[in-house]
């Protein structure tokens, strides 16, 4: 199983799953009832009905306020009847999850397999989550990932028990997000003239290039189709709409978003902009900003909205007239102060719309905004300092937390951005910082894994850098660190990359 449950009793026996095999749950757990019958019939063949009177064994689904925790959940298997209690739906469904694994790998075909015994080994199974925040980020600005790959992302997210997707909607290469009341955030944001090649270098003599245009965008209906497709799975959706940097493609639908520069063009080259990247700091961009984010609240219901605020050139507001005014006219000290301004502007916007507002850990520079959560990036020093002031952190540093660095140190792995984060780099991962005291360690609501896509064309190369990783990612997460060991954790990962193979997922083999 993965992720390993806390704790796990074997018992004797089996339990098979055969024509006679029924599915009970209360009227508040139908739906989920339905859903687990939905998961067994395709490679099975089995009809599962629901509440049946009669039978040869039956799964049972049932709410008990005696549970641990909103995604904790007891599992009894036994020889007539495999029992999922939990204090809430979403415990239930992680159970579910938990139950799907102890099949053979073959349960998660899509259509029925012949010549297999669906048994399940007897157990009792005691189970929940070390974090609240369990997540997944995918950029989606440098390569349009199609909303059908999202959905199968999501499926899998569901499986390793991960409950956040952050959708990282816009940067300087892509808008992707429909807005209504500003149309040229698509019609011009979310197309680009050319793609960069790798390898990666910063010298622009050297950079190599497609020849071809690169974009797509997601409507409004593909999203509240996203949005609804985690829910169902118990994930939640943070979009990350990118200010006041890494805001190119805006700028270059709306250019006077900018700060005193020429007509500019959707980025095509990776890496950070010297010009033409950051917006403005007129009111008319605030305007702008909150007519963006009316729709972005209407589209996603999760508590906390990215606001992204990392790697912003601020010689732009040095070097702009119209900046220089509104800095001195707040009697702000420098940039770093205006860009505190910018983001505590936004965070109290949204604390009113009963939102939380998220960024990168750039959003400490000048001071942190009274209700914002850091997203440390740049190592743990991001987050430890959040955390010490009081404020909510999620981890996810370059080490070993971003997936589009190298997974091995051979000439044989494709080109990525840079770096070396293993499988083993990311199962050792230790979330909450020695340097916080318990207290303060409380403010780690978790963490999560990072693919920039920067060097990932299309879904098939980003599912290569995302599995097995994710897998160690989803166990360092949601285990306890007394059950995790490295060498226990491969011997199961090649069962479970049997589970991955059935749903044609592109994972990169096991060699370490």
């Known amino acids: 199983m993965i992720p390993i449950p806390a704790k796990v009793i074997p018992r004797e026996g089996t339990f098979t799953l055969d024509a006679g095999t029924s599915i009970h749950a209360s009227e508040e757990l139908r739906v989920l009832a339905e859903s687990l019958r939905d998961t067994l019939r395709p490679a099975t063949g089995f009809p599962f009905p629901i509440n049946s009177a009669t039978g040869t064994s039956r799964v049972e689904l049932a709410l008990d306020a005696r549970?641990?925790?909103?995604?904790?959940?007891?599992?009894?298997?036994?020889?007539?009847?495999?029992?999922i209690a939990a204090f809430s739906p979403v415990g239930v469904f992680q159970g579910m999850q938990t139950l799907r694994q102890l099949f053979p790998a073959a349960i998660y075909r899509r259509a029925p397999v012949s010549g297999v015994t669906w048994t399940a080994p007897c157990a009792d199974i005691a189970d929940v989550p070390r974090f609240g925040w369990r997540g997944c980020h995918v950029d989606v600005a440098r390569h349009f990932m199609p909303k059908e790959w999202i959905l199968k992302h999501l499926d899998l997210l569901a499986m390793h028990k991960l409950n956040v997707f952050h959708w990282h909607l816009t940067d300087d290469q892509g808008w992707r997000l429909e807005i209504k009341r500003y149309p040229k955030l698509t019609e011009v944001g979310?197309?680009?003239?050319?793609?960069?090649?790798?390898?990666?270098?910063?010298?622009?003599?050297?950079?190599?290039?497609?020849?071809?245009?690169?974009?797509?965008?997601?409507?409004?209906?593909?999203?509240?189709?996203?949005?609804?497709?985690?829910?169902?799975?118990?994930?939640t959706v943070v979009p990350e709409i990118e200010m006041p940097g890494h805001s190119r493609a805006a700028?270059?639908?709306?250019?006077?978003?900018?700060?005193?520069?020429?007509?500019?063009?959707?980025?095509?080259?990776?890496?950070?902009?010297?010009?033409?990247?950051?917006?403005?700091?007129?009111?008319?961009?605030?305007?702008?900003?909150?007519?963006?984010?009316?729709?972005?609240?209407?589209?996603?219901?999760?508590?906390?909205?990215?606001?992204?605020?990392?790697?912003?050139?601020?010689?732009?507001?040095?070097?702009?007239?119209?900046?220089?005014?509104?800095?001195?006219?707040?009697?702000?000290?420098?940039?770093?102060?205006?860009?505190?301004?910018?983001?505590?502007?936004?965070?109290?916007?949204?604390?009113?719309?009963?939102?939380?507002?998220?960024?990168w850990d750039e959003i400490l520079e000048g001071g942190l905004a009274a209700g914002a959560t850091v997203m440390s990036w740049r190592g743990e020093d991001g987050g430890v300092a959040a955390a010490k002031a009081g404020h909510d952190v999620v981890m996810a540093p370059q080490k070993p937390t971003y997936f589009d660095h190298y997974q091995a140190?051979?000439?044989?792995?494709?080109?990525?951005?840079?770096?070396?984060?293993?499988?083993?780099?990311?199962?050792?991962?230790?979330?909450?910082?020695?340097?916080?005291?318990?207290?303060?360690?409380?403010?780690?609501?978790?963490?999560?894994?990072?693919?920039?896509?920067?060097?990932?064309?299309?879904?098939?190369?980003?599912?290569?850098?995302?599995?097995?990783?994710?897998?160690?990612?989803?166990?360092?997460?949601?285990?306890?660190?007394?059950?995790?060991?490295y060498d226990g954790f491969k011997a199961r990962l090649r069962m479970h990359l049997e589970r991955l193979r059935a749903l044609d997922v592109n994972f990169r083999p096991l060699d370490e």
């Not at 005291?437 to 403010?443: N, Q, V």
């Open 251 to 359: 700028i270059a639908a709306y250019p006077d978003l900018g700060n005193d520069i020429d007509k500019t063009a959707v980025g095509t080259w990776w890496g950070i902009y010297d010009k033409g990247a950051v917006f403005g700091v007129d009111d008319k961009v605030f305007r702008f900003l909150e007519g963006v984010l009316e729709e972005v609240l209407e589209l996603f219901p999760s508590t906390f909205i990215h606001v992204g605020g990392d790697e912003v050139r601020k010689n732009e507001w040095r070097e702009s007239k119209a900046a220089q005014t509104r800095l001195k006219s707040l009697g702000l000290k420098d940039e770093d102060a205006l860009q505190s301004w910018f983001i505590k502007h936004f965070d109290t916007w949204l604390a009113a719309k009963g939102r939380r507002l998220v960024g």
């Open 409 to 485: 140190k051979n000439d044989r792995e494709p080109i990525a951005i840079g770096g070396h984060n293993s499988l083993s780099d990311v199962y050792a991962y230790e979330p909450v910082p020695r340097a916080l005291k318990a207290a303060e360690a409380a403010h780690v609501l978790g963490a999560q894994a990072q693919l920039w896509t920067e060097f990932m064309p299309d879904p098939r190369h980003v599912e290569y850098m995302t599995w097995p990783r994710l897998c160690a990612m989803a166990e360092v997460l949601w285990s306890p660190t007394e059950t995790r060991n």
């Open 67 to 83: 549970a641990q925790g909103n995604d904790g959940y007891a599992l009894s298997i036994r020889p007539q009847v495999a029992r």
């Open 190 to 235: 979310a197309w680009r003239s050319d793609t960069m090649l790798g390898p990666p270098t910063k010298d622009p003599a050297k950079r190599r290039f497609t020849g071809k245009p690169h974009g797509g965008f997601y409507t409004q209906d593909d999203v509240r189709e996203v949005v609804r497709y985690a829910a169902d799975r118990f994930i």
